[in-house]
C-alpha cells in the first residue's frame, strides 16, 4: 500500500507555480506518486465539477531527465497533466421516441463503436512514425508521446472487443517496453501479453491478448 506523505491545497494562476512537498533524493527509488484533483476557481456551468489526474515518477527516467537539464543548464522540466479541462457531461434523461419522432438521429448504444475512430492490430510506436519534429524533441517529450499514443490504440482496441493488439516499441534500452508492460500490469482487461521473438518485429514488439466479460 502506498503511504501518503502529503496533503495540500492551493490555487494554480496562469503562468505560475506554487510548493508541494520536498522528496528526500533516496526516496526516489520508491516511485512516489503525486494525485492530483482540479476545481475551478470560478464555476462554470459547461464545464466538469472537477478532474482528477496522476504522476508517477519512475527513478530511471527522472534521473535521465535530470541528466539531459544539467547539459541545457535548465532548471526545471514540465509534466502534462491534461491539455484541456473537461466539458461537464450531462446525462441523458430526454425520452428517446420523442426525439426520434422529431426526426433526432438515436444511436442504439450497443452499436456505439461502429462510429468510433477505427482501431488497429498493430501499432508502431517508433517516434518518427508519431511525429514530424521529433528531432526537436526531448526524449521525456518523445517518451510521453509514445504512451499517450499507446493508451489511445489500447483504448480503441478494447471499444472495438480486438482479440489481440500488436505494439512495435522496439528494443533500444527497453525504457519504453517497460512502461508499457507496467501499464498492461494494472489493465483487467488484459488476458496475457509476451515479448518474443517475431518474424516482422524482432524482439521489438510486444503482442497483447484481451478477454472480455
Sequence with gaps: MGKLISNSKNSVQPFSDFYL???????????????????????DKKKASHFEAAVKLKPKQLFSKIEELKKKNEATFSQLLFEKYPDHVIEDRVELSSLAAKGF?????????????????????????????????????????????????????IAHRQPTLIVIHGVGEGVLRNEIHDILRLKREVKSFINQYHPSFGYGATEIYFQYE
Excluded at 123 to 136: C, G, P
Excluded at 152 to 157: E, G, H, I, M, T
Design 21 to 43: 512537498h520536498d522528496i528526500p533524493f533516496e526516496n526516489l527509488n520508491d516511485s512516489p506518486g503525486f494525485n492530483f484533483e482540479f476545481t475551478l476557481t470560478q464555476p
Design 105 to 157: 438521429k438515436i444511436y442504439d448504444a450497443a452499436r456505439a463503436r461502429q462510429h468510433l475512430e477505427p482501431a488497429r492490430t498493430v501499432v508502431d510506436l517508433h517516434i518518427e512514425k508519431l511525429a514530424d519534429n521529433w528531432k526537436q524533441m526531448s526524449n521525456y517529450e518523445i517518451l510521453s508521446l509514445q504512451l499517450r499514443t499507446f493508451e489511445k490504440y489500447y483504448d480503441l482496441a
